[in-house]
């Protein structure tokens, strides 16, 4: 248990419908990041965020908007859904302070089918 | 950019050594991570370098050659369970870390 937590673990939906999927990132970390992977594909990044404001972008669509609340936990908001969007959607927080390497810390993912 | 190239998959018998090479180009360089994931789980974080040579731990070792923008990980001793993808992932200025698709290493019997 990477002490990452993601809802829902599964979500299926149809087209053209709007999503938010949730996480919460380990006691302590404050940042968090998104990542997309579709089947066979390599993790590809999303967002970044730290402590509630947005600190990287990479490949995310303009459908796709994310945010981190004062608590620190992210939602991910992926609207106008396409069949091309079905993949596995992790979220990320960083390890830091002494003795880290600032790894990130994967959540289990939540599996987004669109039907 | 960054770009990341890694075998797509290799196959080794349990209770080989098998060696899964990486090369990497990044724009500026804070050090390299590799992941280890399972089908359908997260991955989870194996090893770090930032400067070069060996880095051992337990069965699994990195090595990473900055000049060369070359790593590997080294699994010894494989056992079953070591079935999963291998993820080397640069991390480049502002710490952005970039993960390559992976290497799917098989271990038979």
């Known amino acids: 248990d990477s002490g990452v937590t993601q809802t829902p673990k599964h979500l299926i939906t149809a087209t053209g419908q709007r999503v938010t999927l949730r996480c919460s990132p380990r006691?302590?970390?404050?940042?968090v990041y998104w990542y997309q992977q579709s089947l066979d594909q390599g993790l590809q990044f999303l967002i970044q965020?730290?402590?509630?404001?947005?600190?990287a972008k990479g490949n995310i669509l303009e459908r796709f908007s994310a945010q981190q609340f004062p608590d620190l936990h992210s939602e991910l908001n992926l609207s106008s859904l396409e069949l091309g969007d079905s993949a596995l959607y992790f979220c990320?927080?960083?390890?830091?302070?002494?003795?880290?390497?600032?790894?990130?810390?994967f959540g289990p993912g939540t599996r987004l089918t669109v039907l | 950019g960054q770009n990341i190239d890694q075998p797509t998959e290799m196959t080794a018998t349990e209770g080989a050594i098998v060696q899964i090479n990486c090369t990497y180009q990044?724009?500026?360089?804070?050090?390299l991570f590799w992941y280890q994931q399972h089908a359908g789980e997260a991955p989870t974080f194996l090893s770090y370098?930032?400067?070069?040579g060996l880095e051992e731990k337990g069965r699994f070792s990195s090595f990473l050659s900055r000049s060369k923008g070359y790593s590997y990980l080294l699994l010894k001793e494989l056992q079953m369970k070591d079935s999963a993808s291998y993820l080397c992932?640069?991390?480049?200025?502002?710490?952005?870390?970039?993960f390559g698709i992976g290497t799917k290493l098989q271990v038979i019997p």
């Open positions: 990320a927080s960083l390890a830091g302070g002494k003795g880290s390497y600032n790894e990130q810390f």
């Open positions: 006691s302590g970390d404050l940042s």
């Open positions: 965020y730290y402590n509630g404001e947005e600190r």
């Open positions: 990044t724009s500026g360089f804070n050090g």
């Open positions: 370098n930032v400067l070069d």
């Open positions: 992932a640069p991390r480049g200025g502002y710490q952005k870390v970039t």
